[in-house]
């Protein structure tokens, strides 16, 4: 037998599987720039409208086997693909090729739907990007329709998933065949693939580059979902840890469910509040089953890139007052959209509105600090006025659920002036067209280095601050944190940032306003422990996150680990953090470690 070996990426859903893989390679054969003839254009018209048709009906049918889903973001997913099938500019473009260029159907599918994908994907935005895999995974269901191929080849039971990235449409079935694992060479913790994984509830790694090249079909392979490894024909010996581990950790989950609903305290009895950080409105059904105390961070980027130009006002207030009612009797916080200038501009409507220095802006000369959040959205034609008056809208629908809004990226006091200013004409706009508000909390949210130093400044003028981690790691450091060469420089435990937390903590303190924090560091086995210890008692991350978090919350005492974080901030290093906490909390959490595939040592 060919010796093991372990391939790394990015663990995306909890938990550990073990199986045969089950190697998919859909990335199919180029398609040549073919010709037609004159005569055939009608032919080749049709060719496309019938696989238009075919690809259509197929989501239309994987929506429906959907339709019992606990969790929202595949059905999402899939009726965006739908959407874009029947797309009407979508479809002229490619006929027009067909017609005037004497293109094959399938040459005018990938010329146009690749175009589409790289104007997304060269802006540089996480959420265009995704959108931009989306065009692209629609262009295969067109192809394979023109082709004649239906979905992927349904796999047996008890096998691990190993695919360059997930299709929605295969993902449907893939929950009726009892996969048990997924390995995907693409995709990152936000991606549509990483969010299919956790809706269908398997352990999950993307990012894993070499898989589909190394891993052969029906070779033994272990998902850690924990770590982000995966382990290919393991020992006999590993193989027994593995399923040792997956059975303890189902049971270990199995209990911390049973507790979901129970108040959350420290082992001292000071009260946490655990939120989560969604993208789709339909991942708040469920999110109560699961320990959630509410959303802390719904970021609405994703409608607005999802239905370019043509989300409404209505339909956002719709949509929002939908996740209020899922997630009663809870609060949601609404993040108003936090969008690049690319991103934007395909988020505006066409016509007179659309501000023409949007549309027609440059490509940033350096995307990571090209305008964004609250500054941009300032200057939107109306599009952040509209999305004000649909949150209000929804809250007067559902006025028993507590409603927030934050605003994204501040980074002045000025611009945060005007965003309230906005908010607060629009509301006296709907009074006074009788329509009764209740009351709603505003935020601003601390990402940028700006934000810490002037937060004194802000704080009067808002109900709470929530610190963004992720982005305010990212912009202290100077490191780009999806790159993997990079990430290893921003970890959630750096002093900058643990400095930064205090720095907001005390001075909201002084102020009598509630601070939050979201991101990755809400959930970290080494920070979650330090921020309660600094005085953080509201945290949101992602709903897998909230069961094991509830679970070291319960484990420590707030007198404990406010000793270790006031050591911690005088440290100037994170190893040495890391190791200060390891060296005090081991005996409290050392075994939740492991279960999280965390195995720290003391060096």
């Not at 060719?47 to 019992?68: C, G, N, Q, T």
């Not at 270790?564 to 005996?587: C, G, Q, T, Y």
Request: aromatic share 4%; proline share 6%; glycine share 8%.
């Amino acid at each position: 037998m060919t010796s093991s070996f372990t391939l790394a990426g990015v663990a995306v859903s909890v938990g550990v599987a073990i199986g045969p893989a089950w190697v998919i390679d859909a990335r199919g054969a180029p398609v040549g720039q073919r010709r037609v003839t004159r005569e055939q254009v009608p032919h080749e018209l049709a060719r496309l409208r019938a696989a238009a048709d075919r690809a259509h009906a197929e989501l239309v049918e994987a929506l429906a086997m959907a339709s019992d889903l606990p969790n929202g973001p595949l059905r999402d997913i899939l009726e965006a693909h739908r959407q874009l099938t029947c797309d009407t500019t979508v479809r002229a473009h490619i006929e027009q090729l067909i017609e005037e260029e004497l293109a094959s159907a399938e040459s005018a599918v990938v010329r146009v739907m690749q175009g589409f994908a790289r104007s997304l994907e060269g802006n540089g935005g996480p959420h265009l990007r995704e959108l931009a895999h989306d065009v692209e995974q629609v262009a295969g269901h067109l192809l394979d329709a023109l082709a004649g191929h239906g979905p992927a080849t349904e796999p047996p039971a008890g096998v691990v998933l190993v695919v360059r990235d997930l299709p929605p449409r295969d993902a449907v079935r893939l929950r009726e065949r009892g996969v048990v694992g997924l390995v995907a060479t693409h995709g990152s913790a936000t991606s549509h693939t990483a969010l299919l994984a956790r809706a269908l509830g398997i352990p999950a790694v993307v990012g894993v580059r070499d898989a589909l090249t190394t891993i052969e079909s029906g070779a033994l392979v272990e998902v850690d979902g924990f770590a982000g490894a995966c382990h290919v024909r393991p020992s006999a010996e590993e193989q027994s840890r593995a399923r040792a581990r997956a059975n303890r950790f189902e049971t270990f989950v199995r209990g911390l469910v049973e507790r979901a609903r129970e108040p959350l305290r420290t082992a001292d009895q000071v009260s946490i509040e655990l939120r989560a950080n969604i993208e789709l409105p339909s991942e708040g059904r469920g999110l109560l089953a699961r320990g959630a105390q509410g959303v802390g961070l719904f970021r609405t980027e994703y409608l607005f890139l999802s239905s370019p130009g043509s989300l409404t006002e209505d339909s956002q207030a719709r949509t929002y007052a939908q996740l209020l009612r899922d997630v009663a009797p809870h609060a949601v916080t609404f993040r108003t959209f936090d969008l690049g200038v690319e991103e934007l501009a395909r988020a505006l409507p066409s016509g007179p509105s659309a501000p023409a220095a949007l549309r027609s802006a440059p490509r940033a000369a350096n995307p990571a600090l090209a305008p964004r959040g609250l500054r941009l959205a300032l200057q939107s034609g109306g599009l952040l006025e509209r999305q004000l008056r649909a949150v209000l809208r929804a809250s007067a629908d559902v006025p028993d659920v507590p409603v927030e809004l934050l605003f994204p990226m501040v980074t002045s006091r000025s611009e945060l002036l005007r965003a309230l200013a906005l908010l607060s004409d629009e509301r006296a706009g709907l009074r006074a067209a009788g329509v009764t508000l209740p009351a709603l909390r505003v935020g601003a949210m601390i990402e940028v280095p700006a934000a810490v130093v002037m937060v004194d400044a802000l704080l009067p003028h808002v109900d709470f601050v929530a610190i963004g981690t992720n982005d305010l790691l990212q912009y202290s450091l100077a490191v780009d944190r999806a790159d993997p060469l990079s990430s290893r420089w921003a970890r959630p435990f750096e002093p900058v940032l643990l400095r930064a937390v205090h720095h907001v903590v005390q001075q909201a303190r002084a102020a009598d306003k509630d601070v939050r924090v979201c991101g990755d560091a809400a959930a970290d086995p080494i920070a979650l422990p330090l921020l309660l210890g600094l005085g953080v008692r509201h945290l949101s991350m992602p709903p897998p996150a909230l069961p094991v978090a509830a679970a070291i919350v319960r484990r420590l005492a707030h007198s404990s680990v406010q000793q270790v974080a006031r050591a911690a901030l005088a440290l100037a290093d994170a190893d040495e953090i890391e190791k200060l906490v390891v060296s005090e909390l081991r005996a409290s959490l050392g075994d939740l470690w492991a279960e999280q595939g965390y195995a720290p040592t003391l060096g």
